[in-house]
């Protein structure tokens, strides 16, 4: 999950329980703020009356031309002391002048006259439909919560963009940054010291890795020039050797399984050097490749070799797809999977080449049980089956070309030996 999404999902939890407690607070207060005002008119409606009844004067009419409304009844007095002084509740009446009922704050109150009797006081006056409020409320703190959270989190977004612009900055040249390219993070210009100090430690990291690769670049280079110089000289010698007449038929053998060892060294330490130059990214002019063409010229300095087994071969070409690539890895990824559809054949076996426009399927008959996945692309691995003049490194080739270029590759067994890359136009 991204950081901003992150930031936003938290954001948005703390958001809605902090305007989820202020919404039931801003409820709750409403309503005690109505129930204030309503009972300070209610008192003081009561005291008129009573003040009035306690004189003697004549008591104003049930209504006063509101919606107001009393009624003075005489009640006992274990009724009195059974009962609050003041009472104050919620209850709906029937008002004659609407003919219908309609929700009220009622006020009860006891006193007592100069003759000892008691009489209690109820007075209401109509309120609100505390439902409808509620729901009015309700959704009014919706609408405020929802534009409340997108104003928020809009403003949020907006911030976090301008403030990490140069991490975002940093983090596009880590995606296309290849090493050997020499190409250093772009300069920061903020004035956030963790950003200045994550740029400048990826600075210095691409100064190291770049001055590294340099260094085994040139160890590469001296190796393929110190080591195969002198294997190419012991091999011409052994030939000279070998073409001479006077030698005898011992020492001819030795000295031919000597140069057959000395080859197999030669090419594995090709193959080694060309792993380094490719795990190196020293392969970096790539060009639009047209891989039925590649297949078919290697494929056909290949059919002497499938003849001489009777291995039949099939090409199926569904597209002509062209793909960006080395030219040299390409064909080196093309020729190690002929060469090991070869070498780990049986004799009048098959070899089938699947081109579609989005993978390249190599399929071979050999032994009939399927290899170890985990393994298979492993340098040295060979499985079971040793192959005396294989070095073991063909597969290792073709999966460090393949996550070079970052195509996805992997063996399946069904009867035959597949090999699939899936490519991106």
């Known amino acids: 999950m991204k950081l901003i999404y992150r930031i936003l999902y938290r954001l948005s939890v703390a958001l809605l329980i902090v305007l989820g407690i202020w919404g039931a607070f801003f409820y709750l207060t409403v309503i005690d703020e109505i129930n204030d005002e309503t009972d300070d008119s209610l008192e003081d409606y009561s005291e008129t009356i009573i003040r009035k009844a306690l004189a003697g004067q004549e008591l104003p009419s049930n209504s006063n031309g509101s919606n107001n409304t009393y009624y003075l009844t005489q009640v006992s ?8 002084k003041i009472r104050y509740s919620d209850e709906m009446i029937y008002i004659d002048e609407k003919e219908e009922t309609e929700p009220a704050r009622i006020l009860k109150t006891i006193f007592r006259d100069q003759r000892e009797n008691y009489f209690e006081l109820t007075v209401s006056i109509p309120t609100i439909e505390k439902e409808d409020l509620q729901e009015a409320i309700l959704w009014w703190i919706v609408f405020l919560y929802i534009t409340l959270l997108l104003t928020i989190l809009l403003i949020n977004i907006w911030v976090f963009y301008r403030s990490m612009r140069p991490l975002y900055h940093l983090l596009n040249w880590l995606d296309h940054y290849t090493i050997g390219s020499s190409d250093l993070p772009p300069t920061s210009r903020t004035k956030i010291t963790e950003f200045r100090k994550l740029n400048e430690a ?27 110089t002198p294997l190419a000289i012991c091999q011409n010698r052994l030939e000279m050797l070998i073409n001479q007449d006077n030698i005898a038929e011992e020492q001819l053998e030795e000295l031919i399984k000597t140069h057959q060892t000395l080859e197999h060294i030669v090419k594995l330490n090709k193959s080694l050097l060309f792993l380094f130059k490719i795990d190196n990214g020293q392969f970096q002019e790539n060009q639009k490749i047209k891989l039925n063409d590649i297949i078919t010229k290697l494929t056909e300095d290949f059919r002497e070799a499938y003849a001489y087994k009777n291995i039949q071969l099939t090409i199926i070409e569904e597209a002509y797809p062209e793909i960006v690539l080395n030219e040299t890895l390409a064909v080196a990824l093309i020729s190690n999977l002929l060469k090991n559809a070869y070498i780990h054949n049986i004799p009048n076996g098959s070899i089938e080449i699947h081109i579609s426009s989005e993978k390249l399927l190599f399929s071979n008959t050999g032994i009939e049980e399927t290899l ?35 195509l996805p590759i992997r063996y399946f067994f069904n009867g035959k030996h597949n090999f699939e890359i899936k490519f991106h136009l």
């Open 77 to 84: 007095e274990e009724y009195a002391r059974n009962n609050k």
């Open 372 to 406: 170890d996945e985990n393994r298979i692309f492993e340098r040295f691995y060979q499985g079971k089956k040793r192959q005396e003049h294989s070095t073991g490194l063909g597969l290792s080739i073709v999966h460090s070309i393949a996550r070079f270029y970052h």
């Open 202 to 228: 990826a600075r210095q990291s691409a100064m190291r890795n770049e001055q590294i690769f340099q260094q085994q670049k040139q160890f590469i280079g001296n190796a393929a020039h110190e080591i195969q």
